[in-house]
């Protein structure tokens, strides 16, 4: 037990390093072709971010445990809006982009609601759900580089480093692998885990997972609380969010029939609320402020109350 649990942390630990390692070298690579920096944090450090929930939820597709995708995607986004937004806003005010507010958010909370629609007609994701998930993956990333050349979003706080492209090349293998490897433990060690106690797929994706994989947003945020810049944390969670959704678990369902336990409804629903108390929290100050990240924080220990009592 105390070898899985070992196990679990490595593999959280490599994912972590692994996607810090392959944004950095490929935000290096990027500037060498010149490439505009507010490009690259919009797709690659996006993606980067969602690189751990993407690699141990196709991981566990390839292993046959399907199960853990939903429950560590839908999981995840919880996570980031009440626990790491949540922890953000009680550190300091958030500022939110107005592109954010009446555009982002709302196609955040409208792929949930796509999301709960396709899981609960068949009780799985297919292969063509997966597709019209990919297609609005596409649109989104138009979406940003539309947005990008607008000037209408704030740039990443820090620049790429300009590093020699062997450098680059050398951080984005490395990462990858890491990024690899560690999903591969993270979800050994996790099912495991899970056997030992006697939980279930779900309860272990939306819990243990969940908060393994999102903790490059965790990171990423409360130190740009911390920093002063705090403006991007935000449309960093959102876009994330978006990520997990369409890309994740779009790219799942195109590999195998990703499984939506009835269970699922209630997670996805309350994944939909954390969308809309989002939107509330922002939509008259134009920032997220603390006490509604105060009441994000108690809805979360709420949910995880729902979940151990179930």
Not at 70 to 76: H, L, P, R
Not at 269 to 280: D, E, H, K, P, Q
């Amino acid at each position: 037990m105390i070898l899985q649990v070992f196990i679990l942390i490595l593999g959280f630990v490599m994912l972590v390093k692994g996607a810090d390692w392959f944004v950095e070298g490929a935000a290096g690579i990027a500037k060498k072709m010149g490439i505009p920096q507010l490009i690259i944090g919009l797709t690659i450090v996006a993606m980067g971010t969602s690189m751990p929930e993407a690699a141990v939820s196709i991981t566990a597709a390839l292993d046959g445990n399907a199960g853990i995708t939903v429950g560590n995607i839908v999981g995840s986004n919880i996570l980031n809006i009440l626990i790491i937004l949540g922890i953000t806003a009680v550190i300091t005010n958030v500022a939110v982009q107005k592109s954010t507010l009446y555009c982002e958010i709302p196609f955040m909370t409208g792929i949930t609601v796509l999301l709960l629609i396709f899981g609960v007609t068949g009780n799985s994701i297919t292969f063509a759900e997966g597709v019209v998930f990919w297609v609005l993956f596409l649109l989104f990333l138009g979406y940003l580089f539309v947005m990008a050349k607008r000037g209408q979003e704030q740039e990443e706080e820090a620049e790429a480093k300009d590093l020699p492209v062997w450098k680059c090349l050398v951080f984005m293998v490395l990462g990858g692998l890491l990024v690899v490897k560690g999903s591969d433990f993270a979800v050994s060690g996790a099912s495991e885990i899970a056997r030992f106690f006697g939980m279930s797929d779900r309860l272990i994706g939306l819990t243990i997972v969940a908060l393994g994989t999102s903790l490059p947003e965790l990171v990423t945020s409360v130190t740009a609380a911390r920093k002063g810049n705090a403006g991007i944390a935000i449309g960093n969670i959102v876009g994330s969010n978006i990520f997990n959704i369409l890309f994740v678990i779009g790219t799942t369902a195109l590999i195998c029939v990703v499984p939506f336990e009835q269970k699922f409804m209630i997670d996805t629903g309350i994944a939909i609320l954390c969308g809309v108390l989002l939107w509330l929290g922002t939509v008259k100050h134009k920032e997220l402020r603390r006490p509604c990240g105060i009441v994000m924080l108690v809805c979360y220990a709420g949910y995880l109350g729902y979940l151990l009592a179930v």
